[in-house]
């Protein structure tokens, strides 16, 4: 069954403190894996896409990692801020047919002062 | 600003109520997406239309009715839904398959069903 799981479940971490999220997944074959940042009532907004090829890609102080042999992704947050606060969502793409885009149950990322 | 525009953001109706979702999108995209996402579960697709053909039904109740008039537009009808098909709705858009193109999110219609 094609899965994806993230942890941990929820965060709270320091103004200004690095904080690192994993992501794995089942789904195959696959064909990318995306990190989306949904803050609360609000849509997803994509911050990386990675391909099978791709073992890191950084967005300011977002950077992505992926290791395809374990099926694992890791999402690192740099000198975080309060707008940080939302939901991480990673979301893994098979090579087929719509059905094929699973989304992990998130991470809920609290920072405070 | 996505590019992808969801009225109303909030919306709330009784079991017998017909109401509509609507979702606009200005980005020029051939693909819109209905998603059901439910408080601390994933997100679920519910229905992809491509080029304005229905191409995906993701074993969704007939009370829930998707209308796609256009490339630009998508509309979900809703019927004599249940208190559990309350959540956040969100329309999606993106320029070809998901195996390559962009998912682009609109800010989501907040339902609730009383």
């Known amino acids: 069954k094609n899965q994806v799981e993230q942890s941990p479940q929820s965060l709270i971490i320091l103004e200004g403190k690095n904080c690192t999220l994993q992501c794995n997944y089942t789904v195959s074959p696959f064909s990318n894996l995306r990190w989306y940042k949904q803050d609360t009532g609000r849509g997803p907004v994509s911050l990386t896409i990675m391909t099978f090829s791709e073992n890191t890609k950084s967005n300011g102080r977002y950077t992505a990692t992926l290791d395809a042999d374990t099926k694992q992704s890791s999402l690192h947050i740099t000198a975080s801020q309060l707008s940080d606060s939302a939901s991480y969502i990673c979301v893994v793409m098979g090579k087929t047919s719509y059905d094929k885009v699973i989304f992990g149950p998130g991470t809920s990322l609290s920072v405070i002062p | 600003e996505t590019g992808v525009t969801q009225t109303p953001r909030h919306l709330v109706m009784g079991m017998t109520n017909k109401k509509s979702l609507k979702c606009e999108q200005h980005?020029?995209?051939?693909?819109m997406y209905w998603y059901k996402q439910s408080a601390k579960k994933p997100l679920e697709l519910m229905f992809v239309y491509s080029l304005e053909e229905r191409v995906e039904n993701n074993s969704v109740p007939s009370r829930f009715s998707p209308e796609c008039p256009n490339s630009s537009h998508l509309f979900l009808h809703l019927h004599t839904l249940q208190p559990e098909d309350s959540a956040l709705y969100l329309c999606?858009?993106?320029?070809?398959?998901?195996?390559?193109?962009?998912?682009?999110f609109g800010e989501g219609s907040r339902l609730t069903v009383l």
């Open positions: 980005l020029g995209h051939n693909a």
């Open positions: 999606a858009s993106s320029h070809g398959d998901l195996r390559t193109g962009e998912l682009f």
